[in-house]
Nanobody
Framework: QVQLVESGGGLVQPGGSLRLSCTAS????????MGWFRQAPGKQRELVAT???????DYLDSVKGRFTISRDNAQNTTYLQMNDLKPEDTAVYYC?????????????????WGQGTQVTVSS
Protein backbone atom coordinates (compact mmCIF):
# COMPACT_ATOMS: atom_id res chain seq x y z
CA GLN A 1 0.00 0.00 0.00
CA VAL A 2 1.09 3.57 -0.66
CA GLN A 3 0.78 6.55 1.66
CA LEU A 4 1.19 10.28 1.09
CA VAL A 5 2.09 12.35 4.12
CA GLU A 6 1.88 16.14 3.99
CA SER A 7 3.32 18.79 6.25
CA GLY A 8 3.92 22.52 6.37
CA GLY A 9 0.51 24.14 6.63
CA GLY A 10 -0.39 26.80 9.17
CA LEU A 11 -1.50 30.34 9.80
CA VAL A 12 0.28 33.18 8.04
CA GLN A 13 -0.35 36.87 7.48
CA PRO A 14 -1.08 38.24 4.01
CA GLY A 15 2.16 38.62 2.07
CA GLY A 16 3.79 35.82 4.02
CA SER A 17 5.20 32.50 2.86
CA LEU A 18 4.72 28.81 3.58
CA ARG A 19 6.32 25.66 2.21
CA LEU A 20 4.30 22.46 1.94
CA SER A 21 5.92 19.04 1.67
CA CYS A 22 4.47 15.69 0.62
CA THR A 23 6.30 12.37 0.77
CA ALA A 24 5.07 9.15 -0.78
CA SER A 25 6.03 5.82 0.74
CA UNK A 26 5.25 2.17 0.12
CA UNK A 27 5.68 -0.24 -2.76
CA UNK A 28 6.27 2.38 -5.43
CA UNK A 29 7.73 1.54 -8.81
CA UNK A 30 7.56 5.03 -10.32
CA UNK A 31 5.70 8.26 -9.67
CA UNK A 32 4.53 9.85 -12.90
CA UNK A 33 3.06 13.16 -11.80
CA MET A 34 2.62 14.83 -8.44
CA GLY A 35 0.40 17.74 -7.71
CA TRP A 36 -1.25 19.99 -5.19
CA PHE A 37 -4.96 20.67 -5.01
CA ARG A 38 -6.90 22.88 -2.62
CA GLN A 39 -10.42 23.13 -1.36
CA ALA A 40 -11.87 26.16 0.37
CA PRO A 41 -15.10 25.98 2.41
CA GLY A 42 -18.13 25.79 0.14
CA LYS A 43 -16.01 25.48 -2.99
CA GLN A 44 -14.94 22.65 -5.25
CA ARG A 45 -11.46 21.20 -5.07
CA GLU A 46 -9.18 22.88 -7.62
CA LEU A 47 -5.82 22.03 -9.09
CA VAL A 48 -3.08 24.40 -7.90
CA ALA A 49 0.10 22.99 -9.45
CA THR A 50 1.47 19.85 -11.02
CA UNK A 51 4.91 18.50 -11.86
CA UNK A 52 5.87 15.53 -14.00
CA UNK A 53 8.76 13.19 -13.27
CA UNK A 54 10.73 15.10 -15.92
CA UNK A 55 10.11 18.39 -14.10
CA UNK A 56 7.48 19.94 -16.34
CA UNK A 57 5.18 22.17 -14.32
CA ASP A 58 1.76 23.75 -14.66
CA TYR A 59 -0.05 26.21 -12.40
CA LEU A 60 -3.45 27.65 -11.64
CA ASP A 61 -3.51 31.14 -13.15
CA SER A 62 -4.13 32.86 -9.83
CA VAL A 63 -0.95 31.42 -8.26
CA LYS A 64 1.45 31.91 -11.18
CA GLY A 65 4.46 33.94 -10.11
CA ARG A 66 3.74 33.32 -6.42
CA PHE A 67 3.81 29.52 -6.00
CA THR A 68 6.54 27.12 -7.10
CA ILE A 69 6.21 23.35 -7.24
CA SER A 70 9.28 21.13 -7.16
CA ARG A 71 10.10 17.50 -6.47
CA ASP A 72 12.88 15.24 -5.30
CA ASN A 73 12.48 12.00 -7.24
CA ALA A 74 14.99 10.14 -5.06
CA GLN A 75 12.92 10.96 -1.96
CA ASN A 76 9.49 10.61 -3.62
CA THR A 77 8.74 14.08 -2.32
CA THR A 78 7.10 17.15 -3.76
CA TYR A 79 7.18 20.68 -2.37
CA LEU A 80 4.98 23.71 -2.84
CA GLN A 81 6.65 27.02 -2.03
CA MET A 82 3.96 29.63 -1.55
CA ASN A 83 4.97 33.29 -1.46
CA ASP A 84 2.97 36.50 -1.26
CA LEU A 85 0.04 34.61 0.20
CA LYS A 86 -3.41 36.16 -0.01
CA PRO A 87 -6.56 35.53 2.06
CA GLU A 88 -8.11 33.84 -0.99
CA ASP A 89 -5.38 31.18 -0.79
CA THR A 90 -6.95 29.95 2.44
CA ALA A 91 -7.95 26.31 1.97
CA VAL A 92 -7.10 22.75 2.80
CA TYR A 93 -4.26 21.71 0.51
CA TYR A 94 -4.05 18.13 -0.71
CA CYS A 95 -1.14 16.31 -2.29
CA UNK A 96 -1.81 13.92 -5.16
CA UNK A 97 0.40 11.33 -6.84
CA UNK A 98 -0.20 9.43 -10.05
CA UNK A 99 2.01 6.38 -9.76
CA UNK A 100 2.70 2.75 -10.52
CA UNK A 101 2.88 0.55 -7.44
CA UNK A 102 3.87 -3.06 -6.96
CA UNK A 103 1.07 -5.41 -6.01
CA UNK A 104 1.18 -9.17 -5.50
CA UNK A 105 -0.59 -9.46 -8.85
CA UNK A 106 1.89 -7.18 -10.61
CA UNK A 107 2.35 -3.44 -11.24
CA UNK A 108 -0.73 -1.26 -10.92
CA UNK A 109 -1.32 2.30 -12.08
CA UNK A 110 -3.10 4.16 -9.31
CA UNK A 111 -3.84 7.58 -7.88
CA UNK A 112 -3.28 8.54 -4.24
CA TRP A 113 -4.17 11.51 -2.03
CA GLY A 114 -2.68 12.91 1.14
CA GLN A 115 -4.76 13.68 4.21
CA GLY A 116 -4.74 17.43 3.61
CA THR A 117 -3.09 20.31 5.44
CA GLN A 118 -4.79 23.57 6.41
CA VAL A 119 -3.40 26.85 5.10
CA THR A 120 -4.95 29.98 6.59
CA VAL A 121 -3.98 33.46 5.42
CA SER A 122 -5.29 36.12 7.76
CA SER A 123 -4.21 39.22 9.61
Amino acid sequence: QVQLVESGGGLVQPGGSLRLSCTASGSIFVINAMGWFRQAPGKQRELVATITKDGNTDYLDSVKGRFTISRDNAQNTTYLQMNDLKPEDTAVYYCNADLIEWRATGPLLDDYWGQGTQVTVSS
